[in-house]
Every structure is written in C-alpha cells, then in structure tokens.
C-alpha cells in the first residue's frame, strides 16, 4: 500500500538550505517507509513559487487562487506532512504563516507532522518548540517527538544525519500504521476538510417555507 507525504518547504533562495534539509528528510523517510515493506510518494509544495497567490488569497476575503486552492487539496489529503521553513526574527517566516493561515482549520486532524527548521545561527533552536509545535498542536496534527533544527554549521555533520534518521523513523512509523482499535472504544474522528468545497445551497421550497406571501407585519 503505498502512501503520501507531502513535503511543505518555505525557502526563499534558490539554491535554499530550507529545500536542502526538506530533501534530506524525505529521502530518510522513504528509506524508513521501505524497510517496512510499504512505499511512499512525495509531492512537494514550494511556497515561494505561491508567494503572489498567497497574497491575493488573504486580501480578497479568503477567495483561493486556483494554485492555493490545489495546494490545499494535496495538504489535506496525504498522509503525512514534512514541514521545513527557514527561521526569521526567532519565528517560522511569514510567507510560511501565510500558507498556514489559508489551510482549513480541519485540514490537519490527527496527521503526522514532522517539523523542521532553518537558521543561520544555533540561537533560533527554540522555534521549533515555541513556534512550531504549538502552531501544528493548535491544528490537532500528530507532531513526531524529534524536530530538526539546523544551523549552517549543522549541514554536513554526524549529528544532523543522525537526527534526520530518527524523525524520519518517528514519521515513518505514524504514517504506515494501521487503525486496530476496536470500533465504539473510541471517539469519532473529526474528518480532514480542504476548505475547497462549498456547501449545498438551502433550497428555495426551504427558505420559503410558512411564507404566505403575505406582506410582513412591520408592528405600528
């Protein structure tokens, strides 16, 4: 059975060490994904090609554009997310809140997310914990224990590779798992929406319904 993942990166510069470390990521989890015996596709969202359709999605009401409104589509429907954005002013950068904002709110129930983080200086490690996870927490996602966070230096070392394993391992394993719980011992599960579709409109016999065709009594 083969799943997908979809792999959000939120690099500015190209080449980006934001899309570095999100290849680096995917390429651990399909490693780890395989050695289970299933297969994994990635679909990858580069927000810096949404940057104009960003925009014009939040300045016109919340109206998708046809690319933010396909991007919310592949979100909601995978089965896991690997979420990497390069870290300015101590938080997530704005072009990445801005894709987050457009998301439904139920477009991440109960996923498997992996968090990630770009910088050019160690000092920022603390985004992942008091910027990402409450952000991802907020949305009812499923964030893996182990979040990476890599400095400049980190690219190249032991250290991040061995991270890079272990949060590939943790995703892994939520993405391949099955549901065995026995029906009625838990709750029902809020569904994953897009936020794409419109709802039915109400019927005319319905919003007509007890009118006499009388006009309304005003009072005196």
Do not use: C, W
Not at 77 to 82: C, H, K, N, T, V
Not at 166 to 171: F, G, M, N, Q, V
Not at 174 to 194: K, W
């Amino acid at each position: 059975m083969s799943r997908t993942v979809v792999v959000l990166t939120a690099g500015l510069s190209q080449p980006s060490s934001t899309r570095l470390l999100a290849d680096q990521l995917a390429g651990a989890v399909d490693a780890a994904v395989t050695a289970r015996g299933e297969s994994v596709e990635f679909e990858v969202i580069e927000l810096r090609e949404l940057a104009t359709d960003l925009a014009s999605t939040l300045t016109t009401g919340g109206l998708p554009t046809p690319a933010v409104a396909a991007a919310r589509d592949r979100v909601s429907a995978a089965d896991g997310l690997i979420a990497v954005t390069p870290v300015f002013a101590a938080s997530y950068s704005g072009l990445f809140k801005m894709f987050i904002d457009v998301l439904d709110p139920d477009a991440l129930n109960g996923m498997p997310v992996l968090i990630a983080a770009t910088a050019g200086t160690p000092r920022h490690a603390l985004v992942l914990d008091h910027a990402m996870r409450p952000l991802f927490s907020y949305l009812r996602a499923v964030v893996v224990p182990t979040g990476i966070f890599a400095a400049t230096e980190d690219f190249g070392t032991s250290g991040l590779t061995d991270r890079v394993r272990r949060a590939a391992a943790e995703l892994a394993r939520l993405v391949v798992a099955e549901d065995t719980a026995v029906g009625g011992f838990l709750g029902e599960e809020r569904p994953r929406t897009s936020g794409n579709s419109l709802p039915s409109p109400t019927p005319f016999a319905e919003l007509l319904a007890g009118h006499t065709g009388e006009p309304a009594d005003r009072g005196r």
